[in-house]
């Protein structure tokens, strides 16, 4: 939204009950770039667990995922 100049069409500042990232289009973009990092080096890592065959490390790994995702539906309800 930020990159190609469209904020002006999204409400920021909320309409009801929103999550408080959702206040600026940098901090939506902002909370939006730190979780996509961090699902992406998850996702890294459990590539390379699945490739190298450490059934130890998958499980974590899928555990940690299921953790994430657990965490990022509870971030989304922190309102304002």
Same mark, same amino acid.
């Given at each position: 939204m930020?990159?190609?100049?469209?904020?002006?069409e999204?409400?920021?500042?909320? *309409?009801?009950? %929103?999550?408080?990232?959702?206040? %600026?289009a *940098?901090?939506? @973009? %902002?909370?939006? &770039?730190?979780?996509?990092?961090?699902? &992406? @080096?998850?996702?890294l890592f459990? @590539?390379?667990?699945?490739?190298k065959?450490?059934?130890?490390?998958?499980a974590?790994s899928?555990? @940690?995922t299921?953790?994430l &995702?657990?965490g &990022?539906?509870?971030?989304?309800?922190i309102e %304002?």
């Amino acid at each position: 939204m930020k990159i190609q100049g469209r904020t002006a069409e999204y409400p920021f500042g909320g *309409e009801g009950p %929103t999550p408080y990232y959702y206040k %600026t289009a *940098e901090m939506y @973009s %902002t909370v939006n &770039l730190i979780w996509g990092i961090v699902f &992406l @080096s998850v996702l890294l890592f459990t @590539s390379w667990t699945i490739i190298k065959g450490q059934k130890k490390w998958t499980a974590i790994s899928f555990g @940690s995922t299921i953790i994430l &995702l657990l965490g &990022l539906f509870i971030h989304g309800q922190i309102e %304002t």
